[in-house]
């Protein structure tokens, strides 16, 4: 997760820095690391007032990512994909354990869009953003 965080805050830093630029520009990057997603807790609710507890417990795996869009002084319109492997170690579900050696993937395409307007002659400005992605 620490990892993960790393990239989030490296990418979310180049977007800021990027907002400085006066001229219009074009922009884009990579990033990878690791998921250390180590356990997902949650429950299943078997309908009439039966829920049981259960567990995913997962190795590390693989995240990447790129990604490139336009900024201009007030605007960004920006495109990523992001991908990454995981690994499955053991599934639980109350009392029963079942160890696996299984492995599986995820991809994520979103298309972002960003707009700042300052605010008057003061030094605050109002953000916003909106995104989709599949």
């Known amino acids: 997760m620490k990892s993960m965080k790393k990239n989030l805050i490296a990418i979310a830093a180049f977007a800021a820095s990027s907002f400085a630029l006066a001229q219009p520009a074009y922009y884009g990057g990579l990033h990878a690391g690791e998921n250390n997603l180590h356990q997902w807790d949650g429950n299943v609710d078997f309908g009439a007032g039966v ?32 991908g990454g492997r995981f690994d499955l170690k053991r599934i639980e579900l109350g009392s029963q354990v079942e160890d696996k050696s299984q492995s599986g993937h995820y991809e994520a395409l979103t298309f972002n869009g960003y707009r700042v307007e300052p605010l008057g002659a003061s030094h605050f400005s109002a953000y916003g953003a909106l995104g989709i992605g599949w």
Do not use: D, I
């Open 51 to 82: 829920t049981v507890p259960g567990t995913v417990v997962l190795n590390r795996g693989a995240h990447y990512g790129v990604f490139g869009g336009k900024q201009t002084e007030h605007a960004r319109w920006e495109v990523e994909l992001q």
